[in-house]
Nanobody, 114 residues
Framework: VQLQASGGGLVQAGGSLRLSCAASGSIFSRLRMEWYRQPPGEQRDLVATITAGGTTTYPDSVKGRFTISRDNAKNTVYLQMNSLKPEDTAVYYC?????????WGQGTQVTVSS
């Protein structure tokens, strides 16, 4: 499985971005998909999860602002980010997990200016 993330960019505080993560292969629908982010000099943290069944979870830091969704027909997971804050600035990564195997996409930079 290969994952390709896209959609990052520069946005002003209060703005929105939608990230996409496209997967190759035929097992996408079985993957638990997650978005992580890593600010400069900090650890990589989980920001959204969607299970194969469509259940979503978020940490408090992004709850109500970020929405993860998936389109199994397009082998793609999305992260809609609204009301962005400067502290959301980070490199965002997608990850797919199935059968205890993890697949990471390359990061996409999100920069939120104040």
């Amino acid at each position: 499985v290969q994952l390709q993330a896209s959609g990052g960019g520069l946005v002003q505080a209060g703005g929105s971005l939608r990230l996409s993560c496209a997967a190759s292969g035929s097992i996408f629908s079985r993957l638990r998909m997650e978005w992580y982010r890593q600010p400069p000099g900090e650890q990589r943290d989980l920001v959204a999860t969607i299970t194969a069944g469509g259940t979503t979870t978020y940490p408090d830091s992004v709850k109500g602002r970020f929405t993860i969704s998936r389109d199994n027909a397009k082998n793609t997971v999305y992260l809609q980010m609204n009301s962005l804050k400067p502290e959301d600035t980070a490199v965002y990564y997608c990850r797919g997990t199935v059968w205890s195997l993890n697949y990471w996409g390359q990061g996409t930079q999100v920069t939120v200016s104040s």
